[in-house]
């Protein structure tokens, strides 16, 4: 693939949409990666009656317990407290997801290799292993591998590109004789939030310190510090139906709450269609075998079928990148990681079980649980869906879940933007984090860290950077009384 058809695979933005504006309520997107069995009209009036919000708060709602539905997992505390399969996985496909462990935790190493199945590492790259950022399969932090910088430039069309010499990402590693294109530092600069009942909480500002290699980013260029999420309930997220998702959507503010929400439309590297983006902290990947292989190659510059130069990130001004000894092997399809592996990891990737929630039934978490419906918070952070029926079955086909997002796109406020578009999403927009396995980031981590960039150190500072669409929101929670504070950030570690 030459370099102009690599940058539209990555870059694919679906330019007729872009034109058209928005897509919204009423409008139809393909879901190529589903078998969906269409619903029939007496069934979606029972899910719509399911999907009803609470009116009780005195009770948990029949099934909350079960985040995920029969894809919930035990909240065992340990380390691996995100790295079940979901519970309904069908047993002929548990070898199948051991194996696609094995290779998410897999060390890559620089080609020529004696394991020649591991090898074909960078030249440059990220980390060594998709386990390393993805921490325990939970999220990464700032100040480890598991923060990453994106980098693009304007296209002069209106949109933006990979940067000339830097590509898409920039990369603190390389292999040995070779020089990493940077090195990152970050500094933090402390304010103070004053919260009502003489409370106070304080935030950190994340600056970013790149010590480039190669020559100065140049005007125009724009960076972006993501954080790897959380990689439970992915093949979930990936089965609520489009349309779900763009009945939530209110480009225009149409019903006047203040709230937008708008969807990311991607054109596809492996269908070539436009699809709802889902995956992404701005909502840029359709699937997650395509967020899969593009980690193979952005993050660990390994080929897969999707994506089959074996450079990874390098450009074409990065020639000894380009012209390195690589892995691809004729016995695996001449890819690093032929299309039984990616298989795999993508099986694996879509079926990490979530946790069952904590204290459902708590006095004190049901009061926060209402807090957050009056608060507003919901007017994003969605709390249930229903995923499509699909044939053929499967952990994701027709669940009720609780992941409290609507998938959608916001304008969060100055405080978090990135000022770096990303296909539709804006410098100010921000895929709606899904709150599900949130009270167990350290129990995996074994550190806290919330937001794109990992800068809230608490729950509560994750909630105070809201801003934007979500301030009004926010706002709430600083005039809230101590007790309902406590009582929000009690049902949100339920999570
Ligand atoms: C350098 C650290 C890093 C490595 C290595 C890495 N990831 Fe990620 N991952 C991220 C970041 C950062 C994001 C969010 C990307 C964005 O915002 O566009 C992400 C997002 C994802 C998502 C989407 C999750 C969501 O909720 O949106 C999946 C799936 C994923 N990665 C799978 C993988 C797989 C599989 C591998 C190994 C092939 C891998 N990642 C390697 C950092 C990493
Ligand atoms: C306008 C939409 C919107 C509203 C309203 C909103 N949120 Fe969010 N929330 C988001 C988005 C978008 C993110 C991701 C922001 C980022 O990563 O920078 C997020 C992130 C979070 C996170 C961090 C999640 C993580 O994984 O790091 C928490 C916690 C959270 N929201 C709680 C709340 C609570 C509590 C409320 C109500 C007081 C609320 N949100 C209201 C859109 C919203």
């Not at 009945?247 to 019903?255: R, S, T």
Request: proline letters at 6%; one cysteine or more.
């Amino acid at each position: 693939m030459d370099m102009s058809a690599q940058k539209k695979a990555r870059w694919g933005v679906a330019a007729s949409l872009l034109c058209a504006g928005w897509v919204s309520a009423g409008e139809k997107l393909s879901e190529p990666h589903l078998n969906v069995v269409p619903r029939a009209t007496q069934e979606q009036v029972r899910i719509d009656a399911i999907l009803q919000p609470p009116t009780d708060f005195s009770k948990p709602e029949v099934f909350e317990v079960l985040s995920a539905g029969a894809a919930t997992v035990s909240r065992r505390m340990d380390g691996q407290v995100f790295s079940r399969h979901a519970e309904n996985l069908p047993e002929n496909q548990r070898l199948d997801f051991e194996l696609g462990r094995a290779m998410f935790e897999k060390l890559w190493v620089a080609s020529p290799s004696s394991t020649r199945a591991s090898d074909g590492l960078g030249p440059f790259y990220h980390a060594r292993s998709c386990g390393s950022c993805h921490v325990n399969d939970g999220r990464g932090f700032a100040g480890t591998d598991g923060l990453l910088i994106r980098v693009s430039v304007p296209d002069g069309d209106g949109g933006t590109m990979p940067h000339p010499t830097y590509g898409g990402q920039l990369q603190h590693k390389a292999l040995s004789g070779m020089q990493a294109e940077f090195q990152l530092g970050i500094r933090y600069d402390e304010g103070s939030v004053a919260l009502a009942g003489g409370e106070s909480a304080d935030l950190r500002v994340p600056s970013y310190d790149l010590d480039l290699r190669q020559g100065p980013l140049g005007d125009g260029a724009m960076i972006s510090a993501r954080v790897a999420p959380a990689m439970i309930g992915l093949g979930l997220l990936e089965a609520i139906p489009s349309e779900t998702i763009l009945a939530l959507a209110d480009p225009e503010d149409a019903n006047n709450d203040g709230i937008s929400g708008r969807a990311n439309v991607v054109t596809s590297a492996e269908y070539g269609v436009p699809m709802l983006g889902r995956f992404g902290h701005k909502a840029t990947l359709p699937t997650v075998s395509e967020q899969a292989a593009a980690a193979f190659s952005a993050d660990l510059g390994l080929s897969t079928p999707l994506f089959p130069w074996h450079w990874g990130d390098c450009t074409e001004v990065q020639q000894d990148c380009r012209t390195a000894p690589h892995g691809g092997d004729p016995e695996r399809e001449g890819l690093e990681v032929d299309s039984r592996a990616m298989g795999v990891v993508a099986l694996y990737s879509r079926n990490l079980g979530v946790p069952a929630r904590a204290r459902v039934d708590d006095p004190e978490v049901l009061r926060g649980k209402e807090l957050f419906h009056v608060s507003g918070c919901v007017g994003c952070h969605t709390p249930k869906h229903v995923t499509h029926r699909l044939d053929g079955g499967g952990t994701g086909s027709f669940q009720l879940i609780w992941p409290y997002t609507d998938l959608l796109l916001h304008d969060m406020g100055d405080g978090l933007a990135d000022g770096r578009p990303d296909g539709l999403a804006t410098g100010r927009e921000w895929r709606t984090a899904p709150l599900w396995g949130l009270g167990l980031v350290a129990q995996a981590g074994g550190q806290q860290g919330y937001l794109h960039d990992g800068r809230a150190r608490t729950v509560l500072e994750a909630v105070l950077w809201h801003g934007g669409e979500a301030g009004p929101a926010k706002e709430k929670v600083v005039a809230m009384p101590p007790e309902d504070r406590a009582a929000l950030l009690a049902f949100l570690e339920s999570l």
